[in-house]
């Protein structure tokens, strides 16, 4: 395999780079373009061979075959857009967009130009969700009929109340920003879509902080710290705080499963707790990280009663339990050959659609919204592996 690949938008996440760059086996990051200084100095110290940019058709005249758009949510579209019309395959962060006008350009840019679009959602290659999920394609519940996933985002105010993500003008919301993994989670795990949603939520704890100041220039890393407790102790807020903090929404998928997804980013551990009830029994993990464990209850028993079995959830080599360096090597080898892939452009859509309805049903009257349809020509052409 021999692929040049790019890099747009150098911040936090952009550190995939890493599983992208493997000169030994003729893949390797040979362009850089992001918009700020700091993303500028900090790809021109850490790939000093690549070629680093502030334009965009720089990088996208510069022959490479893929690229990594990597830039914050509503600049997705932005970068991906030509970057398919140009031929260049496309590996594209979660979520997908903020708007669904923004998706449906993305997945039609891709069908049109017949280039291979390919949607970072990690967890699908995460040990702690693959685990469960092959507990129930196994039958060992039954069939599914609801999914439970509770969000405890105890990084919640460094990680999204002190920099872009805190203004919904950039992310919508979390529930979109961050939820979006857990939506496509709840898709996969059921094996259909939302058609309707309903939810409530505030902007509970993070809205009362005044202490707030622009950190253009400054990156997550410098100013996380698990020191940073509690919650109201926290200084240097963006200075827009307009989305949730807490967030609960219900849904009703395609093929009858009912669902439901809370999340609160003012929690003391971080960690997502799934439950998956089945005719035949049911699962949930506690803890969702390498050594942590699912139980299966598939007896009937008095009150509470331990596991009928255990699984340990497995390790994996770099972030995400593993995911990210399975996901990068997914996205190379479509890249470069195409094939079946775990992640999905139309789901990672669905997950957008489920998240941006709920976050109008928050902001209205809690009322159940239905999911917009979405061209069935795009659908057959995606779920078809883009042949
Ligand atoms: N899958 C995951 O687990 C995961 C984890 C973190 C972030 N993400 C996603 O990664 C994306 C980036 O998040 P981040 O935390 O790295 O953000 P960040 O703010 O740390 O970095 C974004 C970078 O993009 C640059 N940029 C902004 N607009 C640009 C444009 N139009 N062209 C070129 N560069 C541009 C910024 O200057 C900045 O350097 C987001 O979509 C986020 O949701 C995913």
Redesign the pocket.
């Known amino acids: 395999m021999s692929l040049k690949i790019g890099v747009?938008?150098?911040?936090?996440?952009?550190g995939l780079w890493r599983h992208a760059h493997r000169p030994d086996d003729g893949i390797e990051v040979t362009v850089v373009?992001?918009?700020?200084e700091?993303?500028r100095s900090?790809a021109a110290a850490t790939l000093p061979e690549a070629t680093v940019t502030?334009d965009?058709e720089v990088l996208l005249g510069s022959g490479i075959d893929a690229v990594l758009v990597?830039?914050?949510?509503h600049?997705?579209r932005?970068?991906a857009v030509p970057a398919l019309e140009a031929g260049i395959a496309v590996f594209c962060?979660?979520?997908m967009a903020t708007t669904l006008d923004d998706c449906d350009a993305i997945l039609r840019a891709g069908h049109e130009n017949k280039t291979r679009l390919y949607l970072?959602?990690?967890m699908r290659h995460m040990p702690a969700i693959t685990q469960l999920r092959e507990l129930i394609t196994d039958g060992r519940i039954g069939e599914v009929k609801t999914i439970w996933c509770r969000h405890f985002v105890s990084h919640g105010g460094d990680y999204y109340f002190k920099?872009?993500h805190a203004d919904r003008r950039n992310s919508t919301g979390l529930l979109l920003?961050k939820g979006a993994?857990d939506l496509d989670v709840i898709h996969w795990l059921a094996g259909g879509y939302s058609t309707a949603v309903s939810a409530m939520g505030a902007l509970a704890v993070y809205g009362d902080i005044t202490d707030r100041r622009d950190r253009t220039g400054e990156?997550?890393g410098e100013w996380f710290s698990l020191d940073n407790w509690p919650p109201t102790s926290l200084t240097g807020l963006n200075p827009v705080v307009d989305v949730e903090d807490i967030s609960m929404m219900q849904l009703r998928l395609d093929n009858g499963v009912l669902a439901s997804y809370q999340q609160c980013h003012f929690t003391p551990d971080y960690w997502r707790n799934y439950t998956v009830i089945g005719t035949e029994g049911r699962i949930e993990n506690f803890g969702d990280g390498p050594g942590d464990k699912i139980g299966l209850w598939n007896r009937r028993h008095m009150g509470y009663a331990e596991p009928d079995e255990t699984t340990i959830i497995a390790g994996g080599i770099g972030?995400?339990g593993g995911a990210?360096t399975l996901m990068i090597a997914e996205f190379l080898r479509f890249a470069a050959e195409g094939g079946p892939t775990r992640t999905s452009p139309i789901a990672a859509r669905q997950a957008v659609a489920a998240a941006l309805l709920a976050t109008d049903s928050i902001r209205g009257d809690n009322s159940c919204l239905p999911i917009p349809a979405l061209d069935p020509d795009l659908i057959q052409y995606y779920e078809d592996g883009q042949a």
């Not at 747009?8 to 952009?14: H, L, P, S, T």
């Not at 373009?33 to 700020?36: E, F, L, P, R, V």
């Not at 990597?70 to 949510?73: C, I, L, N």
């Open positions: 747009v938008g150098f911040g936090q996440r952009a373009c992001d918009t700020s700091r993303g900090d502030a965009l990597t830039t914050p949510d600049q997705h932005a970068v962060e979660k979520p970072g959602h990690n920099d872009w920003q993994h990156r997550m972030g995400h990210d």
